[in-house]
């Protein structure tokens, strides 16, 4: 009997020093495993730490294996699987850039009104909308827009926290 392969938001808090992500994604390559999403930012500036959110998919043994190597990686301070220790709120931004004229200009603001996205640059031909949400709601506009003009996407990648007072 097969396991079932399911997608996992992780969060990694490491020493911000170079070589460290690297070595995170080398980890992955390394063994063959998948990152869907990627984001690093420092969140501590006076201890020098950062985060690193991944998002990969796999059976509920190789999620286990992953956040085990991690572990083991020395600058590593904590690691956290965000699926699998309850309730966590995921969002990603995107910047969607849409060049159209006359109706489609007009059905491309009524849209980006429904998902409540951000007009944050515009020409007489074209729009920069910016939009955050969960990945399926950008999804969702970016295949809306594909018939409008869409003529280009930048993705930020997931970022997660856990609900509550509790710290990573």
Do not use: W
């Not at 980006?112 to 506009?141: C, M, P, Q, W, Y």
Request: hydrophobic share 40%.
């Amino acid at each position: 009997m097969e396991e079932e392969v399911n997608k996992h938001t992780i969060s990694v808090l490491v020493d911000n020093e170079t070589g460290v992500l690297a070595r995170v994604i080398g980890l992955f390559s390394g063994r063959g495993y998948n990152i869907e999403s990627l984001t690093v930012a420092e969140v501590d500036k006076r201890n020098s730490v950062s985060r690193i959110t991944v998002v990969t998919s796999g059976t509920p043994m190789i999620i286990e294996q992953i956040k085990a190597q991690l572990s083991r990686l020395v600058p590593v301070h904590k690691v956290s699987d965000h699926t699998g220790e309850g309730p966590h709120v995921e969002r990603e931004l995107a910047l969607i850039k849409v060049a159209c004229s006359g109706e489609k200009r007009v059905e491309s603001l009524r849209i980006a009104d429904i998902f409540r996205a951000r007009v944050v640059d515009s020409t007489n031909r074209s729009f920069v909308f910016e939009i955050t949400g969960a990945t399926e709601k950008l999804e969702a506009v970016i295949k809306l827009m594909m018939p409008l003009g869409l003529v280009e996407v930048s993705r930020t990648g997931v970022v997660a926290i856990a609900r509550g007072e509790k710290p990573i």
